[in-house]
């Protein structure tokens, strides 16, 4: 049986001072940790993350990364630049990605293939806006998202990480109920095992404002993995509230 896994995205926040008091933080109550704990941070700390988390059981990763190799792409990291630093995982396709920069479903499939050439992780990230959710567009549109990357991908598939961010609980304090979310989880899982023969091995996150609160009984479902955690992913004890659920899950 696989472990869970909490990775946090600590988007757009953080310092040299606060990062360090967060990661030791995390790490001062790392021994009774029986999942897996990764953290995805901006670009220009990833050097501090890797130094900090050195030989520890937090793994880090990115926010994003380029579907090029190399070249004329102002403002972008590629994939051998970050596995040059370590990097385990990289966000690919958040809902800010989708909505402020413009990403479709072929970029974020490029992106994956990217990430996966150079060994690292994929979290791929598909969910629905409030207005396709009250359409009851759920489920087309996390399959139609999906299957992009499958495509693109193929039998690399099975090594990527998803996570179901329903777009309308980003942020808002807003949460799919655990038998809503278990439900889209099992139509992912099932898109996957008609892709793969080890669609099991790929873990599938909820990222849809976890949080202290509500981890232990979203954790519980069967098709949820573990989560891509936002806001309470910057506040030790929250994050290591919502770890020692996942560890007893």
């Not at 001072?17 to 901006?42: E, I, K, M």
């Not at 479709?104 to 992780?121: F, P, R, S």
């Not at 990480?161 to 807003?174: D, L």
Request: net charge neutral.
């Amino acid at each position: 049986m696989k472990k869970k896994l909490i990775a946090g995205n600590w988007k757009m926040n953080g310092n040299t001072a606060s990062n360090a008091a967060l990661l030791q933080a995390l790490l001062a109550g790392s021994s009774t940790w029986a999942c897996r704990v990764a953290v995805c941070v901006p670009d220009v700390y990833i050097a501090q993350v890797q130094a900090l988390v050195a030989g520890g059981p937090i793994e880090y990763g990115a926010q994003n990364i380029s579907a090029y190799a190399s070249g004329a792409y102002t403002g972008e990291s590629s994939a051998d630049m970050l596995r040059e630093f370590g990097v385990r995982y990289a966000i690919v396709g958040h809902s800010e990605r989708r909505q402020y920069h413009g990403e479709t479903d072929a970029v974020v499939a490029k992106k994956a293939q990217a990430a996966l050439g150079a060994g690292i992780t994929p979290i791929v990230c598909v969910g629905e806006t409030l207005e396709e959710h009250e359409a009851g567009k759920t489920e087309d549109v996390v399959k139609r998202q999906m299957a992009a990357v499958i495509h693109e991908n193929g039998h690399c598939i099975s090594e990527i990480v998803v996570a179901y961010e329903p777009v309308w609980a980003i942020g808002t304090g807003k949460t799919a109920s655990p038998e809503m979310a278990q439900s889209v989880h099992a139509v992912l899982r099932a898109q996957l095992r008609a892709a793969t023969p080890n669609a099991d091995r790929v873990s599938i996150l909820y990222g849809g404002s976890m949080n202290a609160a509500n981890a232990a009984q979203l954790l519980s479902q069967p098709d949820i993995d573990g989560g891509l955690v936002g806001g309470a992913s910057l506040k030790a004890a929250d994050f290591l509230n919502i770890i020692a659920a996942a560890s007893k899950a």
